[in-house]
């Protein structure tokens, strides 16, 4: 078995309402925390507040680079017919717009638990 061959897929998040956790018709794929796009990311981020010291390190400023490392993992998604992002019918994926989604905290959690499950990532690469 060649090691480097085992390489993660992606994965579907199928958003469930906070309540019910019945789906509300929004699936998101994403990539490995483990991905270049998302490391980049990262990368931006730290180099970011080593220029600014880490004295400028805000609960705010936490949050915003958590959903923007999300965003960085979301590299699809799909909508039902009668989804909105606010005023948005099937919004195109860009930073803008998920961003707005990723500040929705539920939906955030949700995908943001199904990024830690680095497994999942490797299933269909398993069966190959």
Known sequence: MDILAIQPSTITVDIKHPAT??????QVECVSLEDDRVKIVERQIKNRALKGGRNTVTAEKIED???E????????WKWASD???GDLKNP???KANAAKLLSVGWIAKQIDTALG?????FT?????
Request: aromatic content about 4%; proline content about 6%; hydrophobic content about 60%.
């Open 92 to 94: 195109p994926l860009n």
């Open 117 to 121: 499950d680095e497994a999942a990532f």
């Open 21 to 26: 956790g019945a789906p509300i018709g929004l």
């Open 69 to 76: 490392i999300l965003a960085a993992a979301v590299v699809a």
């Open 65 to 67: 680079n958590t959903i």
């Open 124 to 128: 269909t690469s398993a069966k190959a």
């Open 83 to 85: 989804l909105t992002l």
